[in-house]
């Protein structure tokens, strides 16, 4: 891929210098580390707004669900579970 865009930031002196000293003990152009950085940080960002969008899905779905009627509240959720850990309890 060819590399027309330049990017330009400031950070602490020391910093460049030690992270400089790592990408050459790792014999990689400081440049290509700082892409690889940034290629991680863009697909964590994705990965993160991937799912916040999902779990949103899911909430809305559970909220339509409750609304229309068709849900389970916590109660009788609790209820199951109770029995189904009664259950488990006389088996042991």
Same mark, same amino acid.
């Given at each position: +891929?060819?590399? #027309?865009? !330049?990017?330009? +930031? @400031?950070?602490?002196?020391?910093?460049?210098? #030690?992270?400089?000293?790592?990408? @050459?003990?790792?014999? =990689?152009? *400081?440049?290509? !580390?700082?892409?690889?950085?940034? =290629?991680?940080?863009?697909?964590?960002? =994705?990965?993160?707004?991937?799912?916040?969008?999902? &779990? &949103? =899905?899911? !909430?809305?779905?559970?909220? &339509?669900? +409750?609304?229309?009627?068709?849900?389970?509240?916590?109660?009788? !959720?609790? *209820?199951?579970?109770? *029995?189904?850990?009664?259950?488990? *309890?006389? &088996?042991?």
């Amino acid at each position: +891929m060819p590399k #027309e865009a !330049v990017f330009t +930031m @400031k950070l602490e002196p020391a910093l460049r210098d #030690e992270f400089m000293s790592e990408a @050459k003990a790792t014999h =990689r152009p *400081a440049s290509q !580390v700082l892409r690889d950085l940034m =290629r991680e940080f863009v697909q964590r960002q =994705r990965q993160t707004r991937e799912y916040d969008e999902f &779990l &949103l =899905r899911k !909430v809305q779905a559970a909220r &339509l669900s +409750m609304h229309a009627g068709s849900g389970t509240s916590n109660d009788e !959720v609790e *209820a199951q579970f109770a *029995a189904r850990r009664a259950k488990i *309890a006389d &088996l042991a």
